[in-house]
C-alpha cells in the first residue's frame, strides 16, 4: 500500500509559479511511476506529467513541458510538480498517483492522493 499526500496548491495571479509536492508513505517510490493529473471543474482528469521510476520524464503534450517541470526526490519519498507563467486555465484540482508501470494511461495508477487545488486568476 502507498499513501500519497499532495500540497502546495494554492490561489496565485497569472504568471506566478507554484511548486507542488506528492509525499508518499507506506512504501518506497524507488520502484514506482509517480504520475501528476489534473481535474478542472466540469472537465475529465487529465494527464500533466510523469516521473518513472529510472528518473525519466514524460509530459502529456510539448506545451506543458515548457511550463511544467516532474522531478523526484527518492530519498524523501516526494515528486514534486514545478509550474511556471501559471495560466487561469492551470487552475483544476492537481492529483499524484503511483504506479508500477510506467504508463500514461489513467486506469493503471493503482493509488491516488486527495488532490491539491491550483486556483489562478486574471
Known amino acids: 500500500q502507498v499513501q500519497l499526500v499532495e500540497s502546495g496548491g494554492d490561489l496565485v495571479q497569472a504568471g506566478g509559479s507554484l511548486r507542488l509536492s506528492c509525499a508518499a508513505s507506506g512504501r518506497t517510490i524507488r520502484r514506482l511511476n509517480i504520475g501528476w493529473f489534473r481535474q478542472a471543474p466540469g472537465k475529465e482528469r487529465e494527464l500533466v506529467a510523469v516521473s518513472t521510476w529510472w528518473g525519466g520524464s514524460t509530459y502529456a503534450a510539448d506545451s506543458l513541458e515548457g511550463r511544467f517541470t516532474i522531478s523526484r526526490d527518492n530519498a524523501k519519498n516526494t515528486v514534486a510538480l514545478q509550474i511556471d507563467n501559471l495560466k487561469p486555465e492551470d487552475s483544476a484540482v492537481y492529483y499524484c498517483?503511483?504506479?508500477?508501470?510506467?504508463?500514461?494511461?489513467?486506469?493503471?495508477?493503482?493509488?491516488w492522493g486527495q488532490g491539491t487545488q491550483v486556483t489562478v486568476s486574471t
Open positions: 498517483a503511483a504506479s508500477g508501470q510506467a504508463t500514461m494511461i489513467e486506469s493503471q495508477y493503482e493509488y
